[in-house]
């Protein structure tokens, strides 16, 4: 078997549309076409329904992509240790991130890591709402520092390292802006930033940036945003309203938009990993990173999230 195939594959059940697939791959719609038709000869079922207007994953294909991406992405990450140990050069490691990431744990992390794993070659890569939880399952990154809850099946996270006090952002002179503390029940006077719907699943989208107060009241929709920034930016036009965390104040801090307390439960944050990713090393990052976050008080107490939690199968 051709591992081209395989690639198309991946490339097309990502973007669902031969013109994109193949421009992500840098070949015509014709060799991404045969490869799949290839591919889909050789295992023995169709891997997409296709019509004039969509292409959809068959079910055929939901189970191929479940089983092949992880064993493939496990290839890929194992020739680049091979290739590095060759050569003499650090093992590549990745984690994502979004706003302030591990804020003040950052520091003893990335030096206690350098001591703990000398062989690996430690980077960051910022993240934003869309590719928060994709690019895990993409294969973009090893790790990924994500506020809980799960926003994607196929997904494991570690344990909660970081639980946060969330605030709401207001432009500056909104009657809310004088508050110490809100009611979520006054979110219905306001419009909430809304994220691409595709980028998490319906449970942490209502989570993050919810359509109905506590009680059930509607909360209207503000603009769409993909970046905490652009969020920020809404909020200082009026356009709409957001909810980040305390420590991401400190980050994000604009003229015109006051920060205000509100009476919701605190935001976790733990390390995310693929369900199907066993790499050793990856437990080794997760109890080291929940080390220092005990030593710094940052940790919840052993019955508050400690432990893995598995969102599914892709």
Not at 92 to 115: C, D, K, N, S
Request: charged share 20%; glycine share 8%.
């Amino acid at each position: 078997m051709n591992l081209r195939w395989l690639d198309c594959f991946f490339a097309l059940a990502k973007e669902l549309h031969f013109g994109r697939a193949a421009a992500t791959l840098f070949i015509g719609q014709s060799t991404l076409s045969e490869s799949i038709r290839n591919l889909e000869d050789h295992l023995g079922g169709r891997l997409f329904d296709r019509s004039s207007r969509r292409v959809e994953l068959s079910d055929f294909g939901r189970r191929a992509l479940e089983s092949l991406q992880p064993v493939c992405l496990e290839l890929v990450s194992t020739v680049d240790r091979c290739r590095a140990m060759n050569s003499g050069e650090k093992v590549p490691f990745t984690i994502g991130f979004l706003g302030g990431g591990l804020y003040e744990l950052h520091q003893p992390f990335v030096r206690e890591f350098a001591e703990e794993f000398p062989e690996v070659a430690l980077s960051f890569t910022e993240l934003n709402y869309r590719t928060h939880f994709s690019a895990l399952a993409d294969g973009d990154v090893d790790l990924a520092i994500c506020r809980l809850p799960l926003g994607a099946s196929g997904l494991t996270s570690g344990p909660v390292v970081l639980r946060d006090q969330r605030v709401l952002c207001v432009q500056s002179g909104h009657p809310l802006a004088e508050r110490t503390l809100v009611d979520p029940e006054e979110l219905a006077e306001l419009k909430m930033c809304r994220i691409p719907p595709e980028s998490t699943d319906v449970g942490w989208q209502d989570y993050h940036f919810p359509r109905t107060t506590p009680s059930g009241t509607p909360i209207a929709s503000g603009p769409t945003i993909t970046t905490i920034r652009e969020g920020i930016a809404a909020v200082s036009a009026g356009e709409g309203s957001l909810m980040i965390t305390k420590r991401a104040v400190d980050y994000y801090g604009t003229p015109n938009v006051d920060f205000v307390a509100i009476d919701l439960p605190s935001m976790p944050s733990a390390l995310v990993r693929r369900t199907n990713d066993h790499r050793p090393i990856l437990a080794k990052v997760d109890a080291l990173l929940y080390k220092i976050a005990q030593r710094f008080g940052t940790a919840p107490v052993p019955d508050v999230g400690v432990g893995y939690e598995s969102a599914g199968a892709v």
